[in-house]
């Protein structure tokens, strides 16, 4: 099993900028991807990056250029970096780890961008 443990939402103007952090109870090296995904209200659960093997990464269209995601492996933590929040980034933020062929999910973390 995989423990993850989301810090880093709260509340920032448009244009501001906030870090999440993903801390994982095992070696992000054992894990398959790690990622972050975010739910509005009313919305499905949507991807918003990934990281992949071999440092390859993903990022929803909407967060291109925009968010950047990356990882301290000695910390066993991964972070996602937002810039440029717009008031339509608002959602709970799951962190994500794929790992021995199961999903494991942390409680969330509520990023609210608002005037």
């Known amino acids: 099993q995989v423990q993850l443990v989301e810090s880093g939402g709260g509340l920032v103007q448009p244009g501001g900028s906030l870090r999440l952090s993903c801390l994982a109870s095992?070696?992000?090296?054992?894990?398959?991807?790690m990622g972050w995904y975010r739910q509005a209200p009313g919305n499905q659960r949507e991807l918003v990056a990934r990281l992949l093997g071999g440092g390859i990464t993903n990022y929803a269209d909407s967060v291109k250029g925009r968010f950047t995601i990356s990882s301290d492996n000695a910390k066993n933590t991964v972070y996602l970096q937002m810039n440029s929040l717009k008031p339509e980034d608002t959602a709970v933020y799951y962190c994500?780890?794929?790992?021995?062929?199961?999903?494991?999910w942390g409680q969330g973390t509520q990023v609210t961008v608002s005037s």
């Open positions: 095992k070696s992000i090296f054992s894990i398959t991807t």
């Open positions: 994500n780890a794929n790992y021995m062929y199961k999903d494991y």
